[in-house]
């Protein structure tokens, strides 16, 4: 099973600031990477799949980066509703097997 | 507007088996463009993906559940099921329903998630 590492476990900042997260996989993914937020109480929205590709009506702001083992997601300027979970989750292409990392909650400092 | 709807009992005992539906509104199951999946998340926890299903019956487990999971769909009722046998309070979670992104390229396997039911809560215990 491929594993998902999600870096920092916290990130405390202010509204107009980046925000750069981190996934990192057991083992190469390619591509096959995608990115959620979730607030509480709510199920997990897309943000990125494919690595790099925003999911339909998501903001400019969030972009994500990276191939193999490592990823990126940074949120150019933090909005105060861009306050919430983020997980990363993975597809293997054959058998099709899937796994999400264990978030980063970006919180306000 | 496409909507996902979770329905099922809340509380399980342990030993019995989990059985959740999920209602798709607004556009048919039968669509040979998606997969829809189960997952779930324990309180405070992480996300875990349990399987896909496409409108043909053709399914993919989490391995780590496969022995005690059956996912089937209902076209004639545009609806998708999960099953979970012999539940322990581990198995106590918040159960998302989901629509996969569209095939694309040829490939089906654009297994990312961009709709969710609300999720349903369902707790383990005697």
């Known amino acids: 099973e491929i594993v998902l590492t999600q870096s920092p476990a916290t990130l405390s900042l202010s509204p107009g600031e980046r925000a750069t997260l981190s996934c990192r996989a057991s083992q190469s993914v390619g591509s096959y990477l995608a990115w959620y937020q979730q607030k509480p109480g709510q199920a997990p929205r897309l943000l990125i ?61 | 507007q496409l909507q996902l709807q979770e329905s099922g009992p809340g509380l399980v005992k342990p030993s019995e088996t989990l059985s959740l539906t999920c209602t798709v509104s607004g556009a048919s199951i039968s669509s040979s463009s998606y997969y829809w999946g189960w997952i779930r998340q324990s309180p405070g926890k992480g996300l875990e993906w ?46 998302y329903c989901a629509r996969t992104l569209p095939c694309s390229g040829g490939s089906c396997l654009n297994w990312y998630f961009d709709l969710w039911g609300r999720g349903t809560l369902v707790t383990v215990s005697s």
């Open chain 1, 49 to 109: 799949y494919d690595a790099s590709n925003r999911a339909t009506g998501i903001p400019a702001r969030f972009s994500g980066s990276g191939s193999g083992t490592d990823f990126t997601l940074t949120i150019s300027s933090l909005e105060p509703e861009d306050f919430a979970v983020y997980y990363c989750q993975q597809r293997n292409n054959w058998p099709p097997r899937l796994t999400f990392g264990g978030g980063t909650k970006v919180e306000i400092k």
């Open chain 2, 50 to 95: 349990i399987g896909n299903i496409y409108h043909s019956g053709s399914t993919y487990y989490n391995p780590s559940l496969k022995s005690r999971v059956t996912i089937s769909v209902d076209t004639s009722k545009n609806q998708f099921s999960l099953k979970l046998s012999s539940v322990t309070a581990a198995d106590t979670a918040v159960y």
